[in-house]
T-cell receptor, first 112, second 116 residues
Framework: GNSVTQMEGPVTLSEEAFLTINCTYT??????LFWYVQYPGEGLQLLLK?????DKGSNKGFEATYRKETTSFHLEKGSVQVSDSAVYFC???????????FGSGTRLQVQP | DARVTQTPRDKVTEMGQEVTMRCQPI?????VFWYRQTMMQGLELLAY????????DSGMPKDRFSAEMPDATLATLKIQPSEPRDSAVYFC??????????????FGPGTRLTVL
């Protein structure tokens, strides 16, 4: 079956530090890959996505590249802000099946 | 600003009671999903509808849970009877199912359920 593995959190960084959150996946086909962000007390918001190998998704300074050879979709940001503190979820969906399979989530804490 | 709405936002009930959660998907979206979030299990798919027809409810305990879409503007998730292990945050999401955003999902704020 499909699965998504994310690095354990929490990740604690100082403001303006570089961020990487690792995500790897297992899927039978060629899935679409997503990063969602969840702020306290809120639902999930789509941060970025990539639908095929070597695609790069980007939004609000965050980036992730679909690496088929390493089955990875690592999230990066060059300079984090306190307002980026949230839980980040990596997810996939198989072609023809819209439901998402989520990773366990990684909590990011950015300190001033 | 179109968004998914869910009611109630918080629900506290006693074991054995019926619980109904409601979701209004974004107008024009033809796919609707119910997910459950717990600390132990993370985010799990409960049910998935396309054009109001259930496509996948394999993640849902059939003996006590039921999900329906009475019309295109309302999705419901019922638990009867509720048990303490059902305590979780339940999210509804909808998606356009077509176009360049065909596989994106937009989440509601969730219903936090506590079963005592």
């Amino acid at each position: 079956g499909n699965s998504v593995t994310q690095m354990e959190g929490p990740v604690t960084l100082s403001e303006e530090a570089f961020l990487t959150i690792n995500c790897t996946y297992t899927a039978t086909g060629y899935p679409s890959l997503f990063w969602y962000v969840q702020y306290p007390g809120e639902g999930l918001q789509l941060l970025l996505k990539a639908t095929k190998a070597d695609d790069k998704g980007s939004n609000k300074g965050f980036e992730a590249t679909y690496r088929k050879e390493t089955t990875s979709f690592h999230l990066e940001k060059g300079s984090v802000q306190v307002s980026d503190s949230a839980v980040y979820f990596c997810a996939l969906s198989e072609p023809g099946r819209r439901a998402l399979t989520f990773g366990s989530g990684t909590r990011l804490q950015v300190q001033p | 600003d179109a968004r998914v709405t869910q009611t109630p936002r918080d629900k506290v009930t006693e074991m054995g009671q019926e619980v109904t959660m409601r979701c209004q998907p974004i107008l024009g979206h033809n796919t609707v999903f119910w997910y459950r979030q717990t600390m132990m299990q993370g985010l799990e798919l409960l049910a998935y509808f396309r054009n109001r027809a259930p496509l996948d409810d394999s993640g849902m305990p059939k003996d006590r849970f039921s999900a329906e879409m009475p019309d295109a503007t309302l999705a419901t998730l019922k638990i009867q009877p509720s048990e303490p292990r059902d305590s979780a945050v339940y999210f509804c999401a909808s998606g356009p199912g077509a176009g360049s955003s065909y596989n994106e999902q937009f989440f509601g704020p969730g219903t936090r359920l506590t079963v005592l």
